[in-house]
């Protein structure tokens, strides 16, 4: 069974730093690609932070210059360095990613998520 398992979230007062991983468990060879997608109270889930397969980032402007996405693929995980949070980064905070599984396929899934609140 192929799943991805988020964790790292919390509570952090404004200025901190929480660094969330995605850990990808199963038959799988490796992550090819990933995203990261928040989604706080009333508002539609964004796209927070996206790394490719050739290594290429993407980030949504409030988050450029705070947050790095990246992975470890000897880990099968990746990972979210947020630094200088701000109460506006108060989000339920996905994994997503592309996975090429054992059978050679790839396939998207999606982590339940994890809890990011960041305290004024």
């Known amino acids: 069974q192929v799943q991805l398992v988020e964790s790292g979230g919390g509570l952090v007062q404004a200025g901190g730093s929480l660094r969330l991983t995605c850990a990808a468990s199963?038959?799988?060879?490796?992550?090819?690609?990933v995203s990261w997608y928040r989604q706080a109270p009333g508002k539609t889930r964004e796209l927070v932070a996206a790394l490719t397969s050739g290594g290429y980032t993407n980030y949504v402007d409030s988050a450029k210059g705070r947050f790095t996405i990246s992975r470890d693929n000897t880990r099968n995980t990746a990972y979210l360095q947020m630094n200088s949070l701000k109460p506006e980064d108060t989000a339920v905070y996905y994994c997503?990613?592309?996975?090429?599984?054992?059978?050679?396929?790839?396939?998207?899934?999606w982590g339940q998520g994890t809890q990011v609140t960041v305290s004024s």
């Open positions: 997503n990613a592309e996975l090429i599984l054992r059978n050679w396929r790839t396939e998207a899934y």
């Open positions: 199963g038959s799988i060879f490796s992550i090819k690609a």
